[in-house]
């Protein structure tokens, strides 16, 4: 057969097609070294002389109606008496191990971007187990390590992974978007194991790190960068009133009378929306709640309030009307009210750090809605190392798969 509409498809320096085969289903392109290139030492560049020759395959990408490609190809084993090694010379693009090539590979992992490993072979003729061993070894020798350098705002914050309540510690850079850090957990190690690869110049550089007020995170972080500040998500503390909201609505609500029960009911997300988003109905049925129950009255009066207190600039200013609204709350005879307005005051410097970076966990939490939609997508994983591989290139949405040379 005439092989040289073939030349471009499989152009591999040092190598020449020797035979095409072709039917429906399979396509099978024999390749032999050409003469004309001299044998050269991996390891040192000088010229290798020939060991021996054996005939292996690898697969490649589909070629038409032809969705299994193989490739037969001379691999020679050569000497270097410059270094004394020996090295194995096959055609560029084919990975030590000689299964496949890195173009098809490369193509694997590309799909698995965006398909579940399992429809992968509706695609290729690739096993679900293939399939996830080549994304994984091309993600693993693609992606960049991580820049711990410059990391001036650290966004930490945890998420669940599984029905039974698997947790995972996540780091983000603040600046970049960039994932850091993922490690099995949300104790203390989970984190202190990011900071363990940090040198002390590069903690020094950490200006900020922002968290929930939950957790164990803010002791490795005052004990590992001193310097920095810790600011409290000002979305989580909105979230923990809003849990002070619908407490107070609960014990209402068994404490009501049935005729008033109906109007208790149900209110549990107008109390959280802010009245301009509320619509005429809405506002309606949450005006008869607050004159019927004096209660839920102070909780929602104080969340308009403490909703005051993000509109602040000066530092200052934002610690005295914090202070206020912390002791207006603990003046209250509702237990979960005054108790968060004592926590309140316990982490008051934490929350006022927001008014001098002005940073949230807002990004990560966009972060964490991708790792729900990337779960979802694989049912799960139980490879850690292969899901911080998948997460950290969503979050290098410059970075794509080259071809390197072997």
């Known amino acids: 057969m005439y092989v040289g509409g073939f030349r471009k498809l499989f152009d591999y320096k040092g190598y020449v ?34 060991n021996r020759t054996s005939r292996q395959t690898a697969r490649d990408l589909p070629l038409g109606p032809a969705r299994k490609v193989i490739l037969v190809y001379e691999a020679i084993q050569g000497r270097c008496s410059t270094c004394d090694s020996f090295a194995t010379i096959r055609p560029p693009g084919i990975p030590e191990g000689g299964q496949a090539t890195w173009r ?8 698995a971007r965006f398909m ?5 072979s509706k695609l290729l003729p690739v096993s679900t187990a293939t399939a996830y061993r080549w994304d994984k070894k091309v993600l693993a020798a693609e ?4 820049n711990l350098d410059d990391l001036e705002v650290l966004l930490i914050d945890e998420k669940s992974i599984g029905k039974h309540h698997d947790y995972v510690t996540v780091v983000l850079d603040g600046q970049t978007g960039e994932l850091l850090h993922m490690a099995e957990g949300k104790k203390k190690k989970s984190l202190q194991s990011f900071f363990d690869r940090l040198t002390d110049e590069q903690k020094s550089v950490t200006e900020a790190a922002a968290m929930d007020r939950a957790g164990a995170y803010k002791e490795v972080v005052s004990e590992q960068i001193p310097k920095a500040d810790i600011v ?9 009133y809003h849990d002070v909201i619908d407490e107070v609505r609960r014990q209402e609500w068994r404490a009501a009378s049935d005729e008033n029960k109906g109007v208790v009911k149900g209110q549990r997300y107008n109390l959280f929306r802010n009245p301009e988003n509320l619509t005429d109905q809405q506002s309606r049925e949450l005006e008869e709640l607050l004159q019927l129950n004096e209660n839920i009255s102070t909780v929602y009066i104080l969340k308009d309030k403490l909703r005051k207190l993000w509109k602040y600039v000066r530092p200052d200013r934002a610690e005295r009307h914090l202070e206020h609204w912390a002791k207006l709350a603990k003046k209250s005879t509702l237990e979960p009210l005054k108790d968060f307005g004592s926590s309140l005051l316990d982490c008051k410097d934490e929350v006022v750090n927001y008014f001098r970076h002005e940073i949230t966990l807002g990004p990560l939490e966009g972060f964490n809605n991708l790792i729900s939609r990337i779960l979802h997508r694989a049912c799960g994983y139980d490879d850690l190392e292969y899901m911080f591989l998948k997460l950290r290139r969503e979050s290098l949405p410059k970075f794509s798969i080259s071809s390197p040379q072997f």
């Open 104 to 111: 098809l590979m490369s193509f694997v992992s590309c799909c």
């Open 232 to 240: 409290f998500d000002k979305f989580h503390i909105i979230k923990n």
């Open 116 to 120: 579940p490993l399992s429809r992968i």
């Open 143 to 146: 992606l960049p390590e991580p």
């Open 17 to 50: 097609i020797e035979k095409v085969r072709l039917t429906e289903e399979v396509a099978q392109v024999n390749l032999r070294r050409d003469r004309r290139f001299t044998l050269t030492c991996p390891h040192c560049g000088a010229k290798m002389g020939k």
